[in-house]
């Protein structure tokens, strides 16, 4: 099961997830968190922004969101541990050339 730690609030607190092996499964993690705190995205929320960047030897996504009242928020994502980590994809998310093995 999927945790989280930190407040996301800052470079220096960023968020750490936690039980997820590869970069797929954190960008999964992430914008699940996204839901789970802000609602749907695309009614709730929208996203304005990703980066990714290093900070102090860290791999950094911050995500900047705006709430359907109008207030922007960036959230800090620490990915480090998954930054490169590839791995097989589940088929829900696949491609259908993926599906098939046809991808390059």
């Known amino acids: 099961m999927v945790s989280y730690s930190g407040s996301g609030d800052s470079v220096k607190d960023p968020i750490v997830i936690s039980d997820v092996k590869t970069d797929f499964e954190a960008v999964k993690a992430e914008y699940a968190y996204l839901a789970r705190r802000f ?14 960047h ?7 996504d911050s995500i900047e969101v705006e709430l359907s009242g109008g207030k922007r928020l960036t959230l800090y ?6 930054f490169g980590v590839f791995g097989q994809r589940d088929a829900a998310s696949q491609s259908p050339k993926e599906k098939k093995g046809l991808s390059q």
């Open 77 to 82: 994502f620490d990915i480090t541990k998954y």
């Open 39 to 52: 609602g749907r995205k695309g009614v709730d929320w929208k996203l304005i922004l990703q980066t990714l």
């Open 54 to 60: 290093s900070s102090e030897g860290k791999q950094i």
